[in-house]
């Protein structure tokens, strides 16, 4: 694994050990006013990284380009800003809600960055002769 698929997978697991690491102190204190939080590190951070991480192994060539570089970047930065911001308006600071309002709209745009990136290449796939498929 290399290059941005290294970095989308070693992202990914550094989000699972804060997601779980969470999840744990949230059962611990048997305090889960910050469920929003683990539940968007989970799923925001640790599964699309690693969602992200497999499509750039798998399409190496893709990986790349330098919208590759651009699209983890761009979901690095807006998604750290959102899992930060939004741990610190739960914990009562309403006032950091424009970082988080910012931060899910860079991370939005990352997606749909991924999507131009992604979906015209598995679809080319289909578009292949038969003997270069095998």
């Known amino acids: 694994m290399q ?23 949230m059962a611990i204190s048997k305090d889960h006013a910050q469920m929003p939080t683990h539940a968007h590190i989970m799923v925001a951070g640790w599964l699309m990284s690693a969602v992200f991480a497999f499509f750039y192994h798998l399409f190496p060539a893709v990986a790349e380009k330098k919208l590759a570089t651009v699209h983890f970047w ?9 899992l930060i911001g939004l741990y610190i308006m739960l914990a009562g600071n309403p006032a ?27 679809w080319k796939a289909e578009r292949l002769p038969e003997a270069q498929k095998a």
């Open 96 to 122: 950091i809600e424009p970082l988080v309002a910012t931060s899910s709209m860079g991370f939005y745009a990352g997606l749909l960055l991924f999507a131009y990136i992604a979906l015209p290449e598995v």
């Open 74 to 82: 761009l979901t690095a930065i807006s998604g750290i800003g959102l």
């Open 3 to 25: 290059k941005v698929a290294r970095n989308f997978f070693t992202l990914a697991v550094v989000y699972a050990l804060f997601g779980m690491a969470l999840g744990l102190q």
